[in-house]
């Protein structure tokens, strides 16, 4: 049975946070294929901050281009409206009807799960993965997820990633880039190249 492991994320920009996870989710849970999903552009006016999808996708291609088993798909940024992770699950179920489907999260997502639309229908549809991040553990996961935690946990159906923490995040790159503060140690080299020639998150 193929196995295909989905990574949504805004990636703005994508970070060797992210790739560290998603080589792991591929190594740990032997996935054929990671499929990197960017989030589409907010479709409420309020929030304008965000990097345009056109870039964001742009660098998710450049940073995942080593890795055979990564692929990016444009499937959250092409449909209109909120996008929400379940309808994305359907897409791919309808698509690869008999592949195991698992989805990656770091903890501090992880624990937001149950604020998810049709969350309690979507953790029977697919397997989850959850890398740790700093400062989010399991233990402080809130009561509305605490019965569905204890039995996946248990029947393998959420997978902790066993590879260490790795701690950098897109808004702290953000404000380093904004500072002319150095990034290379937390950003592919050509991720940094197509920041620096669109003049990403300058002030
Ligand atoms: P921001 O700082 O803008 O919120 P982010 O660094 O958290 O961004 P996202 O694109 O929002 O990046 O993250 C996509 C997914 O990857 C989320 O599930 C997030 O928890 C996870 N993730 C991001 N960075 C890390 C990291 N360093 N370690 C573990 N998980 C991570």
Redesign the pocket.
Known sequence: MKKIGL??????PI?N??LH?ARAFADELGLDMVVFLPAGDPYHKEETTRTPAHHRLAMTELAISDDERFAVSDCDIVREGATYTFDTVQIFRQQFPSAQLWW??????LLRLHTWKKWQTLVKQINIAV???QGFSLHQAPQEIHAWLGEALQNGRLKPLQTP????????LRRRIGRNEPVSDFLDRRVENYIRQYKLYKP
């Open positions: 990574f949504g994320g805004t990636f703005d970070h946070g992210h996870i990656l999260l770091g903890s501090d997502s890398a740790a991040r923490l790795y701690d950098i995040s897109s808004t702290e």
